[in-house]
């Protein structure tokens, strides 16, 4: 491929630069850069200059020791990572400028080669181009819509919820514990007779992990029981999760939950005069949210049939951020519990690999919606307003018990207004989309 010649204040470069060029989709361009030898001898000088105003040598100001001093005393990586840096910014944007592309955002850059005493270098740069969105028909779209029931049943499963979370504690001392119960539970490592290696923990009968709740049911207060266990990859404590040993298992406390009556001195605990209001109330707390559950069914459904209708291209570079950001969050969280993400992905039924890929095929679902969500609503003219802004804040507020003032504050000091601005954008494009599709009542189907 013919080179070029570009001359920079910053840095000389020659004509014998290659670039070769391949289409990975019609959105991503795979760039291969094979520096020429002036590019990355001008690379290291610059290296050498800046580093030589971070390192203070014997008899010389910042910036003036000559470049053998610089190099006996700086870095190397340092010195490394900076010619790095100079020599791919300028010949990234050589290459772009020899190959005619404009870029949608940062590169993917991945340096093959540097050796500064041959003078190579080499990288490969994944150039996201513009995406491109071509919308489906939008007016013949056809989603279900199952009719929404509230059943007696699932009012007083709501009440007696209530009740267990106002419930007091009875000391046991006559049976033994069931399922249900809240126990005080030592266990201890066989062989230790260390009192720190015991572990005290507050349980509900039946709702730990199998294998402790089967050893725990009959147990009587003051009980001590020998077993081997296996404690869950997430248990809480650290050192033990994932871990099978014998164990010394003892309940120091044992008490039922005792539900308070359903009264109306009851509903008032509730802002209801009585219990027949309280039961309105509930059933209209019920219905609301099925309501909400149906309108995030028929939401999903929108989009699926508008993904399904409508041609999306999207750079690679798009779903790979979104997807290591979250590949980097699972490995965080797993960390603070002590485990691996090999343990996350088996916990999972899952190899490292193919957690990673469920990962990469949610980012480029996310992407695509995003996507199309932001095409409708440049097509649409539509706009995000202050008073929308506003409402979005109001709601975030309300669900998470902080005042407008304090979540605005939060999310201007973490950057998220973005995320507030495309949460306005979906609402107002789903809500164009319900209008126009056409609503099928599921015969047979309730929610």
């Not at 030589?52 to 470049?67: C, D, L, T």
Request: with cysteine; aromatic share 4%; net charge negative.
């Amino acid at each position: 491929m013919a080179g070029i010649l570009v001359v920079s204040d910053q840095m000389s470069t020659a004509t014998d630069m290659q670039v070769t060029s391949e289409e990975l989709n019609p959105c991503t361009v795979l760039l291969t850069v094979h520096c020429s030898p002036e590019q990355v001898r001008a690379g290291f000088t610059k290296a050498y200059r800046r580093a030589s105003k971070r390192v203070r040598i014997p008899g010389f100001r910042p910036g003036a020791a000559p470049k053998a001093l610089v190099q006996q005393y700086a870095n190397p990586e340092y010195v490394r990572k900076l010619a790095q840096d100079a020599i791919v910014r300028e010949a990234y944007d050589d290459a772009m400028k020899q190959e005619g592309l404009k870029a949608h955002g940062p590169p993917r850059i991945e340096v093959t080669k540097l050796e500064e005493d041959a003078s190579e270098c080499e990288f490969s740069a994944k150039v996201p181009l513009e995406p491109k969105v071509e919308l489906g028909d939008q007016e013949s779209l056809e989603v279900k819509r199952p009719a929404v029931e509230v059943t007696d049943e699932e009012v007083d499963e709501q009440i007696d919820d209530m009740r267990r979370r106002r419930a007091t504690r009875q000391p046991i001392e006559s049976r033994g514990a069931q399922e249900g119960d809240f126990a005080v539970v030592v266990i201890q490592p066989e062989g230790e007779e260390e009192e720190e290696a015991s572990k005290t923990f507050m349980t509900v009968v039946g709702e730990t992990f199998p294998q402790l709740d089967q050893q725990l049911m009959g147990m009587g207060l003051e009980d001590t029981k020998r077993a081997d266990l296996t404690f869950p990859s997430d248990f809480q404590e650290a050192d033990w999760a994932g871990k099978p040993f014998p164990c010394r298992i003892r309940i120091t406390s044992l008490s039922a939950p005792v539900l308070p009556d359903l009264t109306d001195d009851f509903a008032q605990r509730f802002s209801a005069a009585s219990v027949d209001e309280l039961r309105a109330k509930v059933r209209e707390q019920v219905q609301a949210a099925k309501e909400r559950m149906v309108e995030d069914y028929v939401n999903e459904q929108l989009i699926q049939k508008l993904i399904q209708s409508s041609i999306v291209h999207m750079p690679d570079t798009m779903w790979e951020r979104v997807a290591d950001q979250r590949i980097g969050e699972i490995a965080e969280e797993a960390g603070r519990k002590g485990l691996t993400p090999k343990d996350v992905a088996e916990s999972n039924n899952m190899t490292v690999e193919q957690l990673q890929e469920r990962v990469c095929e949610e980012a480029r679902q996310e992407v695509r919606r995003a996507l199309l969500i932001t095409e409708v609503f440049k097509q649409e003219g539509m706009k995000v307003t202050k008073e929308d802004v506003a409402e979005q804040i109001a709601g975030i507020a309300a669900e998470s018990g902080l005042a407008p003032q304090d979540v605005a504050r939060a999310l201007r000091r973490g950057g998220n207004q973005n995320e507030i601005n495309y949460r306005v954008m979906s609402k107002k494009v789903l809500g164009l989309l319900r209008e126009r599709a056409q609503m099928l009542e599921e015969t047979g189907q309730t929610l």
